[in-house]
């Protein structure tokens, strides 16, 4: 068992100096959510909201003081906005109250994932609808068409691609400053489920969150890559809004069942894409029907074809209609999803479909990349 304790990480970082305030980040009170667990190391670094940017060389410096500790195993640094006022000392365990994170320009110019050509976000408005299980078969499809693809776990909160991609183990770096992306069936994986027990949760606020995502674009050596899949949390909350904010999306990607609620929140997410210019590449219904076993009978229980008519009502492409089958389910939740493992079967066929469709749809918008956009609110 690890020795690392939290009262030795916070001795170590009161040797961390703020050159603008000549203090240490302990004691001047810009520590704050500091979580020590087997060996793995989290916290953030409170600054002033202006200087996010400058502020960059404090974070590696903390970042590289705990490395160093023994019996460290990893070390996720961010930075997070100072409240209004100077922090008052001792609360290093408030939490953050802000983001201090770089225009989408400067995200841009600093190289965030600068091999990859595409960067594609496959979304849902609510949880249950089967989204992680569709971003792994669609990135596996779009590996089997020759494509080079990754997957972006961006669902901090509740990270499942370790466990759907069969990938266990932590991350290495060859310079501690990078780290190397998982890798299974010839596709690279990120996920913060690698770095923390699957048991443990993330007691994270939004600025923590929105940092975990820049730096999992930002520090990890994807190399060159076709098309980076980026599975994202359900809703519209702040992962979200980075992501659509501060990354240059090539596009969206929709997951809804077909019935009422479900399309109503799907309709949240396919507005908000859109109130941020990311184009939608489509909308897929998901657990569209129950196809009997026995005698064959499509069984409607969710109701059927209500993501086919949205998709119309907006103008969008329907990409196509996966079943509800306990076969996906399984080989999704043991790491062997159904496009590798039985690429023969009618359900890999209907991912290679959707992935073929926005695989051409992502290569005709070549030459009219987006710049990351700036959200207004008005």
Excluded at 12 to 32: K, N
Excluded at 237 to 257: C, R
Aim: a neutral charge.
């Amino acid at each position: 068992m690890s020795r690392v304790t939290e009262e030795a990480v916070r001795q170590v970082l009161s040797r961390v100096v703020d050159p603008d305030s000549r203090q240490d980040i302990v004691s001047s009170g810009m520590l704050s959510g500091l979580a020590v667990r087997d060996g793995h190391v989290t916290f953030a670094v409170e600054v002033d909201p202006q200087k996010g940017s400058e502020m960059e060389p404090l974070r590696k410096a903390a970042e590289k003081a705990v490395e160093s500790m023994p019996d460290v195993l990893s070390v996720t640094a961010v930075l997070t906005a100072q409240s209004q006022g100077k922090a008052a000392p001792g609360n290093a365990g408030s939490a953050p109250r802000g983001p201090a994170t770089d225009s989408p320009q400067s995200a841009q110019k600093n190289g965030m994932a600068p091999g990859v050509k595409y960067i594609v976000a496959v979304a849902s408005g609510k949880g249950g609808v089967g989204k992680s299980t569709s971003a792994t078969n669609l990135a596996l499809a779009l590996s089997t068409l020759g494509v080079r693809v990754g997957i972006l776990d961006a669902d901090i909160y509740g990270p499942s691609q370790p466990r759907m991609m069969g990938i266990s183990g932590r991350p290495t770096s060859t310079d501690g400053k990078i780290l190397k992306p998982m890798e299974n069936y010839g596709v690279k994986c990120m996920s913060m489920g690698f770095l923390v027990a699957e048991d443990t949760p993330m007691i994270w606020r939004g600025p923590m969150v929105q940092s975990a995502l820049q730096q999992m674009l930002r520090d990890v050596a994807w190399g060159e890559l076709d098309v980076l899949i980026v599975d994202m949390p359900p809703g519209t909350g702040d992962a979200q809004l980075t992501m659509a904010q501060q990354v240059p999306l090539a596009g969206a990607v929709i997951i809804s069942t077909p019935q009422d609620i479900a399309l109503l929140d799907a309709k949240k997410g396919l507005n908000m894409f859109r109130k941020v210019d990311v184009p939608v590449l489509g909308i897929v219904e998901n657990m569209s029907y129950f196809c009997c076993p026995n005698c064959g009978h499509q069984s409607h229980i969710f109701s059927h074809g209500g993501a086919r008519k949205e998709a119309e009502k907006f103008g969008i492409d329907f990409l196509g209609e996966v079943p509800l089958d306990i076969e996906i389910r399984e080989t999704s939740d043991g790491g062997q999803p159904i496009v590798v493992s039985r690429p023969d079967s009618p359900h890999a066929s209907v991912y290679r479909d959707i992935a073929s469709a926005v695989w051409s749809k992502l290569e005709a918008r070549e030459g009219r990349g987006r710049a990351a956009p700036r959200i207004v609110m008005q």
